[in-house]
């Protein structure tokens, strides 16, 4: 089980790279128009953000259970805490991921703009990066912050 955290953890730390790094350079080389509002490249990273979220919330329910059933239960520690901010990051992201993404595929939906919709791209790339990294990272150091 250590070695496929580890390997989970890596993927994280990767996807959280390139996710970070794509949104800053995309406009870059990417000039948007109503065609085409975004890179192609999202119709690859965007699958890989599927599998990078459902790691994180397998893996922050997972945390967050252990942190749940600690022997200190009653006070608030810094697990408690970061197991809490992970899990229900990667919900929050997952929602509005999932709800942004599907727009995509479903132009019969307009109830809100095109303008909303990047918007909420926006966040989801700014916020993504943050949880998958520091999920990341906890995964590689064996599931402990030590």
């Known amino acids: 089980m250590n070695t496929l955290k580890r390997i989970c953890g890596l993927f994280l730390v990767l996807m959280a790279v390139a996710v970070a790094v794509h ?5 870059l080389y990417h000039v948007s128009s109503e065609g085409q509002p975004y890179s192609s490249l999202w119709n690859i990273l965007n699958p890989l953000m599927v599998l990078a979220i ?3 919330v397998i893996f922050g329910y997972l945390r967050k259970k ?3 059933n ?9 697990e408690f805490v970061a197991a ?3 899990f229900y990051g990667f919900l929050c992201v997952g929602i509005m991921f999932f709800w942004n993404w599907f727009i995509l595929y479903s132009p019969e939906f307009t109830a809100v703009g095109a303008e909303t919709a990047s918007l909420v791209w926006i966040l989801i790339d700014a916020t993504l990066p943050l949880l998958m990294g520091a999920m990341g990272v906890f995964l590689l150091r064996g599931g402990n912050d030590g």
């Open 70 to 78: 600690a022997e200190d239960s009653g006070t608030v520690t810094r």
């Open 66 to 68: 252990a942190a749940d």
């Open 23 to 27: 949104t800053v350079v995309e406009p």
């Open 54 to 56: 459902a790691l994180g």
């Open 84 to 86: 809490n901010v992970q």
